[in-house]
């Protein structure tokens, strides 16, 4: 399906919900995150639906205006605010990538729409374009075939790329975008002469300091990114329980590849994620140890297993582990289906999504794996994460997450789910 094929995204009320949240915004710190979930969320909604229909009204505005309106609120700087903060995306890695990732769907959508686009001065398409190269050298730091660092570019959160997807999946998402904005030759141009302290300064210059602070916080990171070389992540109690491990890498001065792909390919570097995003067989009571299975707390009706029980498409999430062994969780299951919605919603409005086998089979496993995610969020869901029993449900967990702003991208834009294995 097109973007010329997709008529009125998303309705009315919503999108009134989704233009009146505020800009969203972020905060650079070494070693901490601060993100602002339905904001951002809401803001990518708003540009998915302003690429379909720029001059739809909504609060007395048009979508394409509110769109620039709260993008242009974080290029746009003058410096620090009172604690010392701008607004940019901090662009460290790692579970940032939770909001980053909307981010730059939303700065690609912009690009494609020439009546958001328009709204931008030379200096703010400059701007735009310093936040996803930005993001772009920290998703190939992260993420590269060559690169195999047990850090982020503030040099003391520890990430590993061999996490699971809930952690993962929001900076491999990011170079797709980055790949569709600047095309792949002119980003790999730009990795292939990436000069560190050239760029800080242009950061600098643009008042970017929530970058410039974690990507000086750590004077190994600039070798690292320009030559490569060994590193060896602090250690300390949590978050930084797994520290000690030595990390070795090219830099970032190489064509980016991930599991062998290159930036020319985004539909296949998507596909790669996609195919573990959905990769279980539905199953709603899974054995931890001995008696301890997790169920539905059944806060809607009496049931006892997911409608789609033994269909394949189950998010990664519900059947997987951790340091303390089996995991099964309703929240780390919507913490990757979060992003990677807002990555395929991109894909389809811009009309990237191939309508081929592989296309017709996400979508399937797709339909499936978010059907069971949102009817194990409404009944709620006892699960089992880093040792313990986790009691979560779509209120409670879920919406202070911007989930009212995720679901939608499904249901508005892919097929449905398919009929019921379980009545």
Not at 207 to 219: Q, S
Not at 231 to 249: C, D, M, N, Q, R
Not at 297 to 326: I, N
């Amino acid at each position: 399906m097109a973007a010329t094929e997709t008529k009125k995204p998303f309705s009315d009320e919503l999108l009134a919900r989704a233009v009146q949240e505020k800009a969203p915004r972020w905060k650079g710190t070494p070693g901490q995150r601060y993100r602002e979930m339905p904001e951002t969320f809401a803001l990518h909604l708003t540009a998915l639906a302003a690429h379909v229909e720029p001059d739809r009204k909504i609060a007395g505005t048009t979508l394409a205006a509110s769109t620039a309106e709260k993008i242009l609120s974080f290029l746009r700087s003058n410096g620090p605010d009172a604690d010392g903060f701008t607004r940019e995306p901090e662009a460290y890695g790692g579970l940032g990538g939770w909001s980053h990732n909307a981010a730059a769907q939303t700065l690609l959508l912009a690009k494609r729409t020439p009546a958001i686009w328009g709204k931008f001065t030379a200096d703010d398409r400059h701007r735009a374009d310093l936040v996803m190269r930005a993001l772009a050298v920290a998703g190939h730091f992260g993420f590269d075939d060559e690169n195999d660092y047990p850090v982020l570019l503030d040099g003391v959160s520890i990430s590993y790329k061999s996490w699971n997807p809930n952690i993962t999946e929001g900076y491999v998402d990011i170079l797709v975008a980055a790949s569709l904005y600047f095309g792949a030759d002119e980003l790999n141009a730009f990795f292939a002469t990436f000069d560190f302290d050239r760029f800080v300064g242009e950061l600098k210059a643009a008042n970017f300091l929530n970058i410039v602070r974690g990507w000086t916080h750590t004077p190994a990171i600039r070798e690292l990114l320009m030559k490569g070389g060994q590193f060896t992540a602090p250690g300390g109690p949590p978050p930084l329980k797994f520290g000690g491990t030595i990390g070795y890498g090219a830099g970032v001065r190489r064509p980016f590849t991930y599991r062998g792909w290159p930036l020319s390919a985004p539909w296949e570097i998507y596909r790669l994620q996609a195919n573990v995003m959905f990769s279980k067989t539905v199953r709603t009571q899974i054995t931890i140890n001995g008696e301890n299975r997790s169920r539905l707390l059944q806060h809607q009706t009496k049931a006892v297993l997911s409608p789609w029980e033994g269909r394949m498409g189950m998010c990664y999430e519900f059947e997987t582990t951790d340091w303390d062994g089996l995991r099964t969780s309703l929240t780390y299951a919507y913490e990757g289906v979060m992003v990677h919605l807002g990555t395929a919603a991109t894909l389809r409005v811009l009309g990237e999504w191939r309508d081929d086998a592989a296309g017709r089979d996400i979508e399937r496993r797709m339909a499936v794996g978010v059907a069971d995610l949102i009817f194990k969020a409404k009944e709620g869901y006892r699960g089992w994460s880093q040792g313990r029993e986790r009691l979560n449900w779509l209120e409670q967990d879920l919406q202070p997450m911007g989930s009212d702003y995720i679901f939608p991208l499904w249901s508005e834009l892919f097929p449905p789910a398919p009929e019921p294995s379980v009545k």
